[in-house]
């Protein structure tokens, strides 16, 4: 429910939100119910025992826009995130744009500076390194990357199966641009 209503008060920014996750489950179709007329909402069916890299590549293969952001259902985003992170990327002509994030406990939130190389093979290598977050979770990617390069997640892998994506992404990139938000 955050991370629909955080989409839901994107400001000043078209997006296409592809909802990936099964039809069965009660919860996720009273979300569609809920947040349908408030979001551009595109359901991509799947069953319930596809793991979430299956999921993250229904999400890739049904994607339209210029820019992909994945965003995990317990994760959210700021009012304005979106719009920064594409206008970032639009001004700098950039193919990644990386930006700072949160990290949230229970007593306590923890913000993470993520200042990143301007090169997709420094950028790759500080992934590598554990110098940069290998998530998807704070970066806006151009899909053109993914669909190029034949990139997609490793079905089967479904903890940290971005790790196995975002240093080919990077390293793929000719410009990657830091938005120190």
């Known amino acids: 429910k955050d991370c629909l209503e955080s989409l839901s008060e994107q ?36 069953s ?10 229904l999400g890739l293969e049904n994607a339209t826009g210029d820019y992909i952001y994945f965003i995990d259902s317990d994760d959210y985003v700021e009012p304005a995130m979106l719009e920064e992170m594409y206008h970032k990327a639009k001004v700098s002509s950039a193919d990644i744009v990386i930006a700072d ?8 939130q923890i913000y993470k500076k993520q200042v990143a190389p301007s090169t997709g093979t ?17 970066k806006l990617i151009k899909r ?10 490793i079905e089967g ?6 790790m196995s994506t975002i240093a080919r992404i990077c390293y793929l990139a000719n410009k990657v641009a830091y938005l120190p938000q």
């Open 101 to 108: 994030y949160y990290v949230n406990y229970p007593q306590k």
């Open 11 to 46: 400001e000043n920014v078209e997006i296409e939100t592809l909802l990936v996750g099964s039809q069965d489950d009660q919860k996720f179709q009273q979300l569609v119910d809920t947040y349908k007329d408030k979001i551009s909402l595109n359901v991509i069916p799947c």
């Open 144 to 153: 053109e990357l993914y669909l190029n390069n034949n990139i997609s997640f």
């Open 122 to 138: 420094e950028c790759a290598r500080w992934i590598l390194s554990g110098r940069l977050h290998s998530s998807n979770s704070n």
């Open 157 to 162: 892998i479904n903890m940290w199966e971005d």
């Open 48 to 57: 319930i025992e596809e793991g979430v890299a299956k999921k993250r590549n």
